[in-house]
Structures are given as C-alpha cells and as structure tokens.
C-alpha cells in the first residue's frame, strides 16, 4: 500500500512537501513516481527516481522548482514542490515499480497511491 499525504492549499510561489510513505512492502529497489492529474486530462509524469545510483527525472515544467528524494530507511519518497503556480494544481500520485529503473509512463509502475489534491490559488 502506497500513502500520499502533505497536499493542500497553497498560494502561487508557496512550497509544499509530499510524501509517499509504502507499507508492506519496501521501496529500496523500486523505481517510484510522480504522477498528476487534471479534469479532463491523463495523468501526467511529473518526476521519478531510480533506485538505481538515486537518479532523478522531471518533467520540464517544474524542473528548477520540484526536488524528488528516497528515504529508504523511512520507506518513503518525498516531492519538494516550490515556487508553485496555478497550472501546478491537480490530484497527485505516487506509484511504485517492480524495477529499479524509473519512468514517467504510467504502464511502467505497479502499485499506486489514493492520490492527494494539491491546489495553487490566491
């Protein structure tokens, strides 16, 4: 089971932290994602990172302002989302591989969380 927490309501230019914490099950050799999803559109790769040499990737729109990491002793990824914009909002999910690579097609990924809203708005 995937857990997101730490989405909300922010205001453009504010931070939030999500974290995707795995229970039964560990994510040190798993490739995990980010995915978003907005009304009307497919989920979208965000970011993802390797467990292989903790490699990372973004999407070009937040690249500069999102920062994936792993703690493998918490079991858990987190996404460091700053700067944020309107066009940031959406339903965000975290999604664990059976590889160690990552990517961001949502067929590469086995396990996925409930998703959390994440809302930019003044």
């Known amino acids: 089971q995937l857990v997101e927490s730490g989405g909300g309501l922010v205001q453009p230019g504010g931070s939030l932290r999500l974290s995707c914490a795995a229970s039964g099950f560990t994510l040190d050799y798993r490739g995990i994602g980010w995915f978003r999803q907005v009304p009307g559109k497919e989920r979208e790769g965000v970011s993802c990172?390797?467990?292989?040499?903790?490699?990372?990737h973004y999407v070009d729109s937040v690249k500069g302002r999102f920062t994936i990491s792993r703690d493998n002793a918490k079991n858990t990824v987190y996404l460091q989302m700053n700067s944020l914009k309107p066009e940031d909002t959406g339903v965000y999910y975290c999604?664990?591989?059976?590889?160690?690579?990552?990517?961001?097609?949502?067929?590469?990924?086995?396990?996925w969380g409930q998703g959390l809203q994440v809302t930019v708005s003044s």
């Open positions: 999604a664990a591989s059976g590889y160690q690579g990552c990517s961001g097609r949502r067929e590469w990924y086995e396990f």
């Open positions: 990172i390797s467990s292989i040499n903790t490699g990372t």
